[in-house]
């Protein structure tokens, strides 16, 4: 293992955004803070999912005191774009993309009164104006023109999430011989 804290840590991040892949990998980033790195870069391709996962790794890689750069490796969707735009500096590998698209729930054959009907749209609109006020802090996109992308379940190239901000250049990844990679592997269901 390299013990050289100078160097970036490289961590692989391929998974659905869950309460626990959310906990593993906020948990590398602690312990190797712990450790004394303070360059981070994060390998990141996801088709999103919990939206209070993502809001909640979001706001912590936000608060740690560490340099984070953070790549596009395939594909960012959904609330996976609000981890993305956690890195100081942003990039895309030319073959990736990214999806941008509102917030729903699942209804698994249960019963619903007015008053949880109305609590669940109090919280998916709860949740979509946090995820459009990160994208408009983040990036040079509009309010409008997010609220547009979530109702046509938009993507955006790396050549359009470069000229609307969301990444600083399109560029492979350069992986140096001898960085310490960590990969995250989870168990799928």
């Given at each position: 293992?390299?013990?050289?804290?100078?160097?970036?840590?490289?961590?692989?991040?391929?998974?659905?955004?869950?309460?626990?892949?959310?906990e593993?990998?906020?948990?590398?980033?602690a312990?190797?803070?712990?450790?004394?790195?303070?360059?981070?870069?994060?390998l990141?391709?996801?088709?999103?999912?919990?939206?209070?996962s993502?809001?909640?790794?979001?706001?912590?890689?936000k608060s740690?005191?560490?340099?984070?750069?953070?790549?596009?490796?395939?594909?960012?969707d959904?609330i996976?774009?609000?981890?993305?735009l956690?890195?100081?500096?942003?990039?895309?590998?030319?073959?990736?993309?990214?999806?941008?698209?509102?917030?729903?729930?699942?209804?698994?054959?249960?019963?619903?009164?007015e008053?949880?009907?109305?609590e669940?749209?109090?919280?998916?609109?709860r949740?979509?104006?946090?995820i459009?006020?990160?994208?408009?802090?983040q990036?040079?996109?509009?309010?409008?023109?997010?609220?547009?992308m979530?109702?046509?379940?938009?993507?955006?190239?790396?050549?359009?999430?470069?000229?609307?901000g969301?990444?600083?250049?399109i560029?492979?990844?350069?992986?140096?011989?001898g960085?310490?990679?960590?990969?995250?592997i989870?168990?799928?269901?």
């Amino acid at each position: 293992m390299n013990n050289d804290i100078s160097k970036p840590l490289f961590i692989s991040f391929s998974a659905e955004v869950n309460q626990n892949t959310a906990e593993n990998l906020m948990g590398v980033f602690a312990q190797k803070l712990n450790q004394g790195i303070k360059d981070f870069y994060l390998l990141l391709s996801s088709p999103g999912g919990s939206v209070v996962s993502g809001i909640t790794i979001y706001n912590f890689l936000k608060s740690l005191p560490i340099n984070l750069t953070i790549h596009n490796i395939g594909i960012v969707d959904s609330i996976a774009n609000v981890i993305f735009l956690a890195g100081e500096t942003r990039y895309a590998v030319k073959n990736s993309s990214f999806l941008f698209h509102g917030v729903g729930f699942d209804i698994n054959q249960a019963r619903f009164e007015e008053k949880n009907i109305k609590e669940k749209l109090k919280m998916m609109q709860r949740d979509q104006r946090l995820i459009t006020n990160i994208i408009v802090e983040q990036s040079q996109y509009t309010q409008q023109e997010i609220e547009k992308m979530f109702l046509e379940a938009d993507t955006c190239t790396p050549e359009q999430a470069k000229e609307k901000g969301l990444i600083d250049d399109i560029r492979e990844i350069n992986i140096p011989e001898g960085a310490e990679v960590v990969q995250l592997i989870f168990q799928r269901k």
